[in-house]
Every structure is written in structure tokens, then in C-alpha cells.
């Protein structure tokens, strides 16, 4: 059985185990392999976003929180490894950390041999890229963005001038290799583009965004589309 696989059929088991549960042992002769690699296997089951739990002790074991489920995962090496490229490609793209978690996480329940296979294509892509933004500043823009907060930012433009200024992130946009926010400045009250790599400082407030619409940004540009993929159309752009 390939390690996908067991790793599912592990999932339904502590499903099926309930409350009750069941050792490292019973789970290791159920699959006929070491209590070691049950334990490796619950490690990544759990890392996978799985709610395993864990009751120490004897009569103790392992479960798994009711109607947690994992994703089947069934990803070539190729596959994993254009991730593994496209993150390393990309630090300065909006939520680059928690992409760089979640193609860990699916590389943690790929079968061994696919894994080592996309790991070792995967140095065979080598990336150059511009500095990024400091972690705290993306941490920063990624929360406003998703809460729909303002955002403080101490911004250096291209001419060198330095201003603090509120503003309502509604978009992050990417155009010939860099990082853009669009958001309505309170300051110059009208939206504008901010080069993501030119912001010094960024925090959070705790005040909401007045729903300004993506609309108000315009038009697009013909080649232009939103990182699902899709075609613009109705709907997708709200």
C-alpha cells in the first residue's frame, strides 16, 4: 500500500474508532508497519490540517475529531515540484508564507518515492529573485486584505518622498514582475497603486474598510486575469 493511500485508509479508521480511539500499536499491525511509521503517519496526517488527537496513558491512543476528513491528495512529482518552484519564485507574492506552508503540507502526505522525485526536480529549477518585502510588512497587508482593515503604511515613493498614510486595501495586482496594492488612500482620497516592495512599515487598525468596490478600480487589461484562473465575468470580479 503506497503511503497516500495508507494515509487515507488511516483517516478512516480513527474515524470509525470514535471516541474510543486507538494505540499506535493496533493501528501499526492493522497497516503492517512499525508503530514508528504510524506515528510519522499521524504526524502528517495531523500536519496535513487533519484533527487528530492523542490520549496518553494506558488505555490511551489516537483519533480523529468528528467530520474531519483529508483531502485526497494525488499530485505527481512533476506536479509538486511546479509548486515547490512557483512559491520559491514568488516571495513577494500577497500570502507567499501560507503558500509556502501549504505545498509542505502536501509533500508531507505524498508516498515517499513521489515526494524524493518532485524534491529532486525541484533542485533542478533554480530562482533569482528581488528582494522581498520584510515579513512584517506582508504579514501586514495579507491580514488587511483578508479582514478588510485599514492599513497604516509608511510609504517611499519612486522619487524618495516618505508619507504615513491610511489606506483600504481591494486588490493586489502584478504587472511586468512587481507586486502592486490598489487601495483607496485616505490621504489623497482617490485609489492608487502602492509597489508593494517600496513599503517601509505597514500595520493593521481596527477599523473597517467603507466598501469601496473593485469596480471603482476599472477595467482591467485585456491580458489580465484573477489568480483562479477564470475568465472575467459576472460575478467574478466581486
Known amino acids: ?25 493496533r493501528l501499526a499491525r492493522e497497516f ?6 504510524i ?14 488527537w492523542s490520549r496518553p496513558g494506558p488505555g490511551g491512543g ?18 509538486a515540484s511546479a509548486l515547490l518552484a512557483a512559491v520559491a519564485a514568488a516571495p513577494d507574492a500577497p500570502y507567499a508564507d501560507q ?12 508516498d515517499p518515492v513521489t515526494r524524493g522525485r518532485a524534491v529532486e526536480l525541484a533542485g533542478r529549477v ?8 520584510s515579513r512584517a510588512v506582508r504579514s501586514a497587508l495579507d491580514e488587511a486584505m483578508t479582514a478588510q482593515r485599514v492599513v497604516r ?18 486588490l493586489f495586482a502584478s504587472t511586468n514582475g512587481q507586486w502592486y496594492l490598489i487601495a483607496w488612500c485616505r490621504l489623497r482620497g482617490a485609489i492608487r497603486w502602492f509597489a508593494i516592495t517600496r513599503v517601509d512599515r505597514a500595520s493593521v487598525t ?14 482591467p487589461p485585456q491580458q489580465a486575469r484573477p489568480a483562479h484562473g477564470r475568465e472575467w465575468g459576472v460575478g467574478s470580479r466581486n
Do not use: F
Open 39 to 52: 506515528k510519522r503517519d499521524l504526524a502528517a496526517l495531523s500536519s496535513s490540517g487533519a484533527a487528530v
Open 32 to 37: 503492517a508497519v512499525s508503530t514508528r511509521t
Open 99 to 110: 503558500a509556502a506552508a501549504g505545498v509542505q503540507k502536501i509533500l508531507d502526505v505524498l
Open 62 to 79: 489516537y483519533g480523529l475529531a468528528a467530520g474531519s476528513t483529508l483531502p485526497p491528495v494525488t499530485l505527481s512529482s512533476t506536479q
Open 1 to 25: 500500500m503506497k503511503r497516500v493511500e495508507r494515509l487515507h485508509a488511516l483517516s478512516e479508521m480513527l474515524q470509525r474508532g470514535g471516541a474510543r480511539g486507538y494505540s499506535a500499536d
Open 153 to 170: 503604511l509608511r510609504y517611499r515613493s519612486a522619487a524618495d518622498e516618505i508619507t504615513d498614510r491610511d489606506v483600504e486595501p481591494m
Open 126 to 133: 533554480w530562482v533569482n529573485t528581488v528582494r522581498a518585502p
Open 206 to 219: 481596527a477599523q473597517p474598510c467603507t466598501a469601496h468596490s473593485l469596480e471603482e478600480i476599472g477595467v
